[in-house]
């Protein structure tokens, strides 16, 4: 067991170099002009966010919603977790311990929805990265790394142990959901929190499930002539191949596993997924297009930019396949495809044809601040050129110009698309929310300041961990 342990602990630190001997260099050669007004835009949104803190009987809470604050969600997507993810950063970003004293307060509501069984009832994705309790794994293990107690590091535990008494043994491996394989409500954003919490705790049990959940991910692949794909759904034929709910996302997750623990079958998996991916990719005139995917009549022809959909997002599968060794050659390439084709398509205002604007224009997950994150990190192989610093610079004045800005805080009201529900919302969360455009803005800041990033979410291949911090290579296959 203890020799386990050692190579699980080896493991973490090899894995972890990749991914941060690569970011350390960052564009700090470019100069620090602006980083005040990038910090001061950063904490203006954290003063609007303690301003509509609730304390309760747990600790602290924030709605939804600030337009509608009846709704109080604990996930990583919309609800307290992503809150508490945020504050952390921004203590990281600040030293101001205020901030780690919100976050922890975020955290102890988050450990008491952890004792209450119902939490999880009727949720079809209690196991989840960002609607579940994998979530709420995420921000207590931010918290932790800076605490002194150690009851968060106990809860990310019994979180642990929670999703073994839930596991399904099917296809060869573990499954959580019914429905989901992908990355936000699925079995693949499952597993890549629990490798995440075997990286960090070198937790044997953690790394098993991930391990498992990765090989039932394995058994779901649907081949085709040029490569494997994943359905976002089980039982409908939803193929959205980009990062969020497809092969992008949960290709990335065989490659973070398979390296992590070092099984050769799941970067297998990966690269047949990254095969499929440049199958359908479109290239003309040096410019990728990757399309929204297939099952619904709307999505014929449809292009995006951002994280969930867009090329913003599907980069990160492209960083990871390079730091895993997995076809890294032809992964750079895209990588840098990625990048001089969101440098060529008219940003930050209304993209280019055949690029969609989103149906939310600035937040993480669909918009604006998802390429303000990509664009505030060097490339694996290339440096932050002066082309992508003025996109990026002037991506930034464009999410600050529509901030409501008033006594020294800042959010963004927006108009809902129907299928969240339509009327005026000003979010506080990280996927549509004033906390995903911080996390945004703290990127840029810590990319401004040539520093590691402040933020460590899972699916961030540039934002792992830096404890274990050392100067191995990456090996190539």
Not at 368 to 381: E, F, H, I, K, T
Not at 438 to 446: C, I, N, P
Request: charged share 20%; glycine share 10%.
């Amino acid at each position: 067991m203890n020799m386990q342990l050692e190579r699980i602990t080896q493991l973490a630190i090899l894995f972890t170099v990749s991914c941060f001997g690569i970011v350390a260099n960052t564009n700090a050669d470019m100069g620090k002009e602006g980083s005040h007004e990038v910090l001061e835009l950063a904490e203006d949104i954290g003063r609007w966010l303690v301003g509509n803190a609730i304390q309760n009987d747990n600790g602290t809470v924030w709605p939804d919603n600030a337009l509608s604050p009846d709704t109080i969600g604990y996930d990583l997507a919309s609800g307290v977790a992503g809150k508490v993810v945020y504050f952390v950063a921004l203590y990281r970003a600040t030293g101001n311990v205020e901030y780690l004293k919100m976050a922890e307060g975020g955290a102890d509501y988050l450990i008491g929805v952890l004792q209450d069984p119902s939490s999880f009832e009727q949720n079809p994705r209690r196991a989840s990265l960002y609607t579940g309790i994998s979530g709420i794994g995420v921000a207590l293990l931010h918290v932790q790394r800076h605490a002194s107690d150690q009851k968060y590091g106990r809860a990310v535990k019994q979180i642990v142990n929670q999703l073994g008494e839930w596991s399904v043994e099917d296809g060869g491996g573990l499954r959580w959901s019914d429905e989901f394989n992908d990355l936000i409500y699925g079995d693949a954003g499952t597993a890549l929190f629990l490798s995440y919490v075997a990286q960090q705790t070198a937790d044997e049990e953690a790394l098993d499930l991930a391990m498992q959940g990765a090989r039932f991910l394995l058994g779901q692949a649907q081949k085709s002539a040029t490569g494997s794909f994943w359905y976002f759904r089980r039982s409908k034929p939803f193929n959205l191949p980009n990062f969020s709910h497809g092969t992008a996302g949960i290709a990335y997750v065989l490659a973070t596993v398979g390296t992590f623990a070092d099984d050769e079958s799941l970067r297998s998996g990966a690269r047949e997924g990254f095969t499929y991916i440049r199958s359908i990719s479109e290239i003309e005139g040096g410019l990728l297009r990757i399309p929204y995917g297939w099952g619904a009549d709307s999505w014929a022809g449809l292009y995006e930019f951002g994280w969930a959909h867009g090329l913003s997002g599907t980069a990160s599968f492209f960083a990871r396949m390079q730091m895993s060794g997995i076809d890294a050659e032809a992964a750079a390439k895209y990588e840098n495809l990625t990048r001089h084709t969101i440098l060529n398509i008219n940003l930050p205002a209304t993209p280019a044809a055949p690029f969609a604007e989103p149906s939310t224009a600035l937040d993480k997950r669909f918009g604006r601040a998802g390429v303000l994150s990509l664009l505030s990190q060097r490339s694996v192989n290339e440096p932050v050129s002066e082309d992508v610093v003025r996109l990026r610079d002037s991506i930034f004045a464009h999410i600050q110009s529509a901030a409501i800005r008033e006594n020294r805080t800042a959010h963004w009201v927006v108009d809902a698309p129907e299928f969240m529900g339509g009327g005026r919302a000003a979010y506080t969360g990280i996927f549509h929310g004033a906390a995903g455009i911080g996390l945004a803005v703290l990127r840029l800041h810590s990319s401004i300041n040539g520093a590691s990033p402040y933020d460590t979410l899972p699916d961030d291949p540039f934002a792992w961990p830096e404890e274990t911090k050392n100067d191995v290579g990456v090996k190539e296959n």
